[in-house]
Nanobody
Framework: QVQLVESGGGLVQAGGSLRISCVTSGRTFSAYAWGWFRQAPGKEREFVAAIPWNNATTYYADDVKGRFTISRDRAKNTVYLQMNSLLPEDTAVYYC????????????????????WGQGTQVTVSP
């Protein structure tokens, strides 16, 4: 059974930084990629960033490119999302997800293709 547990969310002022983490456990050796998604109140869940199993590349949504960085520590089975220059519109519940199949053709951005999800961590950015 694969489990993903996010942590590190909180309240931060606009312009500030926050790093959230996702610890993965279970049959993670079979995963192809990991992604971060977010969902703001009243909005659909949207793609934020993704990284494949070999850490060879990274993918970002346009509105976070240059501000957010996804990374993975293989030894710790942990995926991180470093968020800098945060904006109030970044306020959302952030979810970590695991995709078991090849997804590089579309930047691993399709929500429905992910197989396992964490419970989410709240990030609130005040003006």
């Amino acid at each position: 059974q694969v489990q993903l547990v996010e942590s590190g969310g909180g309240l931060v002022q606009a312009g500030g930084s926050l790093r959230i983490s996702c610890v993965t456990s279970g049959r993670t050796f079979s995963a192809y990629a990991w992604g971060w998604f977010r969902q703001a109140p009243g909005k659909e869940r949207e793609f934020v960033a993704a990284i494949p199993w070999n850490n060879a590349t990274t993918y970002y949504a346009d509105d976070v490119k240059g501000r957010f960085t996804i990374s993975r520590d293989r030894a710790k089975n942990t995926v991180y999302l470093q968020m800098n220059s945060l904006l109030p519109e970044d306020t959302a519940v952030y979810y970590c997800a695991e995709d078991l199949e090849y997804c590089l053709g579309y930047g691993c951005s399709r929500l429905d293709d992910y197989d396992y999800w964490g419970q989410g961590t709240q990030v609130t950015v005040s003006p």
